[in-house]
Nanobody, 123 residues
Framework: QVQLVESGGGLVQAGGSLRLSCAASGRTFSSYGMGWFRQAPGKERDFVAGISWSGDSTDYADSVKGRFTISRDNAKKMVYLQMNSLKPEDTAAYHC????????????????WGQGTQVTVSS
């Protein structure tokens, strides 16, 4: 199993940047694919970005391509989401999740979730 704790959310003006962090515990973290998801009020939870267990493969939602970057540090058991050129429509609760298959792709299973961190982008 793996436990996940997100941090780094906050209030930012449109055009600004934030870096989200996800701290993981568990001996097998380096074998998990990792994903970031977001959920705005009244909307479904959406895939934002994912990274394979090795970090060699990444996936992004079309809405964030070129603005967001996912990365990981297996030695520190950390996953990051660098968010640049933020827009009001990026406002949501952001969650990291772990994929035991190692893929970190949109269609992978994500049985482990963090509690989330709120990102609010003002116009």
């Amino acid at each position: 199993q793996v436990q996940l704790v997100e941090s780094g959310g906050g209030l930012v003006q449109a055009g600004g940047s934030l870096r989200l962090s996800c701290a993981a515990s568990g001996r097998t973290f380096s074998s998990y694919g990792m994903g970031w998801f977001r959920q705005a009020p009244g909307k479904e939870r959406d895939f934002v970005a994912g990274i394979s267990w090795s970090g060699d493969s990444t996936d992004y939602a079309d809405s964030v391509k070129g603005r967001f970057t996912i990365s990981r540090d297996n030695a520190k058991k950390m996953v990051y989401l660098q968010m640049n050129s933020l827009k009001p429509e990026d406002t949501a609760a952001y969650h990291c999740a772990a994929d035991p298959t190692g893929r970190g792709s949109p269609g992978a299973p994500y049985p482990y979730w963090g509690q989330g961190t709120q990102v609010t982008v003002s116009s």
